[in-house]
């Protein structure tokens, strides 16, 4: 795929996902999940990755508002939580609703801009990651 034709499609993506968002609001139906019940199952299934409670790093492509950290911080202790989406409105509404919480950050762009030790992403297709894992010691 052509730069052009995938900042084309990152642009539609970016505007659907503001859209959403005003249109729904912080809720599952903002990232084009059926419903609360759907987005659990999902975060469930991928956290089951996570081989320790505490002490891990996590980069979320295409992080929507951020719901993933809820799950997380349900299940784990310490961790840290990058969220990175293309769509500006998603970004700032994560950015607000977890504004307190030293341990997130959130990042408008189409790549990660830091090492851990998870990475999930829902359009993976759409985004130029590698994955790169921390080496334990």
């Known amino acids: ?32 999940r ?13 956290c089951k990755i996570i081989e320790s409670p505490s002490g891990f790093s996590v980069n979320d492509l295409e992080c929507g508002h951020g719901a993933l950290y809820d799950s997380l911080d349900q299940q784990c202790a310490e961790f840290a939580y990058c ?16 504004a307190d919480i030293s341990a997130t950050s959130f990042i408008v762009s189409s790549e990660h801009q830091q090492v851990a030790e998870y990475a999930v992403a829902s359009d993976y297709e759409l985004y130029e990651f590698t994955i790169l894992v921390r080496k334990q010691t």
């Open 34 to 46: 059926n419903g609360e019940e759907s987005q659990v199952l999902r975060f469930a299934q991928l």
């Open 83 to 98: 969220g990175i989406d293309v769509s500006e409105g998603m970004i700032a509404a994560a950015q607000q609703l977890y």
């Open 1 to 32: 795929m052509s730069r052009t034709a995938k900042r084309g499609i990152l642009t539609k993506g970016a505007s659907y996902c503001s859209d959403k968002l005003a249109q729904h609001g912080q809720s599952p139906l903002d990232e084009d």
